[in-house]
Structure formats: structure tokens, C-alpha cells
T-cell receptor, first 113, second 116 residues
């Protein structure tokens, strides 16, 4: 079945540092790929997505490129801010007739001033 | 427009009591999901509703858990005879299912359940 593997956290960085959160997936076919973000005390919200191979999703300075050959969708940001402190989830939407998405376990990011 | 809302935001109950958690999805969204998020853990799928179809209950952890969706809109998750291990944040999400290759889920803020 489908699966998503994310790097374990917490990831602790200083402000303005470069961020990478790794995500790899196993899926049937070539699904869309998503990154969601969960700020403290809130629900998840969509950060960015890519719908096909080689697409790059971007939002709020974050980017992720859909790599079919490595089945990866790593999240990057060139210069993190304290306000980026949150939990980040990589996700596969439903596939194979099921409408139940698959989420990674989440990676906590802590950014210090 | 209004997003997904959940109530109550916090619920403290005693072991053995029943609780009801409510979710109001975005108007027009045909799909509704319940998830459980335990401290430091990822999302655990519980149940999925789509239109008038029978719900997918494959994620419910025990028969103490049930959910209904009335009129294709509001949903209630009920936990009977609560146990301490039920303590978690319960998240609701809705989406507009299309025939495309992936639909964005819109999440509510969650209900934090504490069982003493």
C-alpha cells in the first residue's frame, strides 16, 4: 500500500538557516504530493503541493520538487524565521479508489532567534 | 468564507463517561474525515464520510467509537466509556472530492480531549 516516510525531528535551527525536511513515498502510479503545516494549537493547513513529476510547489518561501526517479518530495526553505516553528507533514492523497490520504508522521521544526 | 469548525475546543472528562465531539465542515464539501493525533504522534485516520455513501469506518480503534453525519453536513464523533488512552486531539477535515489526482483537505482547529 501507499506509504510516506519523513525524517524524524525535532529539527532545531537558528533564524536565517537553510531548511531541508526529507520526504519519500511509495505509491501506485504518480499521485499528487502535498506538504501540510500545523502551527501550535491549530489544525493542519496546506502549505504547498505538486500534481505531477518535476513540478515544483512553492509558498511562503518554501519549495518542494516532485522527483519521480527518487520518489521524493523534500521541503526546503532558504532562510527560516522564528514564525516557521511548526510541525510539517508530507502527504499522499488518496489513490486506487480509496479517498483516504496517507500522511507522514510529521517533523517538528524549532527555530531560535 | 468560513472554514471547518469544531466544538468544544477542549473537553475534560472522567474515565467511563461518554463524550460527543462536533464538526462543521465547509459548506458544499462532500467528504468529511476524522483523525486522532496523540501527543507527539502523527495523524491516525478514524472514519471517512462521502456524500450519501456508507462511511469508511476502517480506522475506528474499537466499538466504543462511532460517528454520524447528518444531512451531509455536520458530523458528531462519539466515544463511549472513555479510557485514559483516548486522550488526544481529535481533528476533523473536509474536502471537495473531484475526479482529479488529489484534493486538498481543510482542517478544523481540533478538540483536545483529556480523560482523567
Amino acid at each position: 500500500g501507499d506509504s510516506v516516510t519523513q525524517m524524524e525531528g525535532p529539527v532545531t535551527l537558528s533564524e536565517e538557516a537553510f531548511l531541508t525536511i526529507n520526504c519519500t513515498y511509495t505509491a501506485t502510479g504518480y499521485p499528487s504530493l502535498f506538504w501540510y503545516v500545523q502551527y501550535p494549537g491549530e489544525g493542519l493547513q496546506l502549505l504547498l503541493k505538486a500534481t505531477k513529476a518535476d513540478d515544483k510547489g512553492s509558498n511562503k518561501g518554501f519549495e518542494a520538487t516532485y522527483r519521480k526517479e527518487t520518489t521524493s518530495f523534500h521541503l526546503e526553505k532558504g532562510s527560516v524565521q522564528v514564525s516557521d516553528s511548526a510541525v510539517y507533514f508530507c502527504a499522499l492523497p488518496s489513490s486506487g479508489g480509496s479517498y483516504i490520504p496517507t500522511f507522514g508522521r510529521g517533523t517538528s521544526l524549532i527555530v531560535h532567534p | 468564507g468560513a472554514g471547518v469548525s469544531q466544538s468544544p475546543s477542549n473537553k475534560v472528562t472522567e474515565k467511563g463517561k461518554d463524550v460527543e465531539l462536533r464538526c462543521d465542515p465547509i459548506s458544499g464539501h462532500t467528504a468529511l474525515y476524522w483523525y486522532r493525533q496523540s501527543l507527539g504522534q502523527g495523524l491516525e485516520f478514524l472514519i471517512y464520510f462521502q456524500g450519501n455513501s456508507a462511511p469508511d469506518k476502517s480506522g475506528l480503534p474499537s466499538d466504543r467509537f462511532s460517528a454520524e453525519r447528518t444531512g451531509g453536513s455536520v458530523s458528531t464523533l462519539t466515544i463511549q466509556r472513555t479510557q485514559q488512552e483516548d486522550s488526544a486531539v481529535y481533528l476533523c477535515a473536509s474536502s471537495l472530492i473531484t475526479s482529479g489526482s488529489g484534493d486538498t483537505q481543510y482542517f478544523g482547529p481540533g478538540t483536545r480531549l483529556t480523560v482523567l
